[in-house]
């Protein structure tokens, strides 16, 4: 099968239901050049700007956005991965999904829960704590995450403002 059929295939499952593969695949760019991710998706980026010399780059995707980082000033190394759906209906079970396909990924390594709503804030939970504060929320306006850490880079799958983000970098804020 060509690259650009696997591309596309690739590219309509994640717009509609990202899965631990399709953002495994985006997450091996972490650390390389950005221009190897621009050649990996084969198209220009919707926007490639810098601010205060670092450089950034988004893809706008049926579905998703995909945007990245540079480390610092002229390396050209990818810092940051964000991605994020933009029409999040289902922000929750994608989260769980990918959560759950982590958590059994013995490559990573759990580093903490993290649960806010309009009463309560907490940045320190185990999984266990976080699941229970899920299942009892009052409101869909809460804001959760659980971060892991593979391979020196920290690994966040969260819900904010009712949308599923997953982010990686090297900060366990």
Same mark, same amino acid.
């Given at each position: 099968m #060509?690259?650009? =059929?696997?591309f596309f295939l690739f590219l309509s499952a994640f717009a509609y239901s990202q899965n631990y &593969?399709?953002?495994?695949?985006?997450?091996r760019f972490y650390n390389q050049k %950005?221009?190897?991710? %621009? +050649?990996? *998706? *084969? $198209? #220009?980026? $919707? =926007? +490639? $700007?810098?601010n205060d010399g670092v450089r950034q780059i988004v893809y706008e995707?049926?579905?998703? /956005?995909?945007? %990245? &980082? &540079?480390? #610092?000033?002229? $390396?050209? /190394? %990818?810092?940051q991965i964000f991605i994020f759906k933009v029409d999040s209906k289902h922000a929750h079970s994608d989260w769980q999904k990918i959560h759950e396909k982590i958590k059994k990924d013995n490559t990573f390594k759990f580093v903490k829960a993290m649960y806010e709503d309009q009463n309560v804030s907490y940045n320190e939970m185990t999984i266990e704590q976080l699941k229970q504060y899920l299942k009892n929320k009052k409101s869909d306006d809460a804001n959760y995450a659980v971060r892991y850490e593979r391979d020196s880079a920290f690994y966040t =799958? #969260?819900? *904010? +403002?009712?949308?599923?983000v997953v982010t990686i970098d090297d900060k366990n804020y």
């Open positions: #060509s690259r650009i =059929v696997l &593969e399709q953002l495994m695949a985006y997450s %950005i221009d190897s991710f %621009i +050649d990996f *998706m *084969m $198209t #220009s980026p $919707t =926007v +490639d $700007t810098a995707m049926k579905g998703f /956005n995909v945007a %990245i &980082e &540079e480390r #610092s000033a002229g $390396t050209d /190394n %990818i810092g =799958v #969260s819900v *904010m +403002d009712g949308n599923m």
